[in-house]
T-cell receptor, first 115, second 110 residues
Framework: DAGVIQSPRHEVTEMGQEVTLRCKPI?????LFWYRQTMMRGLELLIY????????DSGMPEDRFSAKMPNASFSTLKIQPSEPRDSAVYFC?????????????FGEGSRLTVL | GENVEQHPSTLSVQEGDSAVIKCTYS??????FPWYKQELGKRPQLIID?????GEKKDQRIAVTLNKTAKHFSLHITETQPEDSAVYFC?????????FGAGTTVTVRA
């Protein structure tokens, strides 16, 4: 398996622009997570999907952030409009959760810079 | 929610020496404790994990210990090598949610 695949790997955009980050989880995994990593706040959970359904979006910073998972093999994280403070590395991760256990596999991350 | 604290934030060791990283957690319902290694510009990758019904686990040069009563767990790396230089994250899991510590930057001096 190729692992969790994210795109783009790097994105530089200007404040106010829309940003869409994409993720393909590992085939067969039933859980998908979006994390944000910054020096100040470390790894923060933004949203969790189970079987394509959003279960916990309490980590989404504000209404400018939205995430979708239209099918088991694809998810997007959208920021509209983007702001400089959104600059971070965004990781998608997937897992086969069975009884609340299961290793979390991370993608390579999308490094976002908002100017 | 779960709060995971990790110490130290940076650790410099001589090649061949041991490195120890300590974490505490707040939620007694946490039942799974993985450790991730993240090299510069790379993704976090699982290096070892321990479940709440186990007190210690070892994998070659890496070992983890868990003290449920005190709510703390530790990572031990023996005979450190230059390739051990990275950021290490501890984490604690309650249900589906994995909460991470702030990370420890380990530098192994040749």
């Amino acid at each position: 398996d190729a692992g969790v695949i994210q795109s783009p790997r790097h994105e530089v955009t200007e404040m106010g622009q829309e940003v869409t980050l994409r993720c393909k989880p590992i085939s067969g995994h039933n859980s998908l997570f979006w994390y944000r990593q910054t020096m100040m706040r470390g790894l923060e959970l933004l949203i969790y999907f189970n079987n394509n359904v959003p279960i916990d979006d309490s980590g989404m910073p504000e209404d400018r952030f939205s995430a979708k998972m239209p099918n088991a093999s694809f998810s997007t994280l959208k920021i509209q409009p983007s702001e400089p403070r959104d600059s971070a590395v965004y990781f998608c991760a997937s897992s086969l959760l069975q009884g609340n256990t299961g290793e979390l596999f991370f993608g390579e991350g999308s490094r976002l810079t908002v100017l | 929610g779960e709060n995971v604290e990790q110490h130290p934030s940076t650790l410099s060791v001589q090649e061949g020496d041991s490195a120890v990283i300590k974490c505490t957690y707040s939620d007694s319902a946490s039942n799974y404790f993985p450790w991730y290694k993240q090299e510069l510009g790379k993704r976090p990758q699982l290096i070892i994990d321990i479940r709440s019904n186990v007190g210690e686990k070892k994998d070659q040069r890496i070992a983890v210990t868990l003290n449920k009563t005190a709510k703390h767990f530790s990572l031990h790396i023996t005979e450190t090598q230059p390739e051990d230089s990275a950021v290490y994250f501890c984490a604690a899991k309650v249900g589906y949610k994995l909460s991470f510590g702030a990370g420890t930057t380990v530098t192994v001096r040749a």
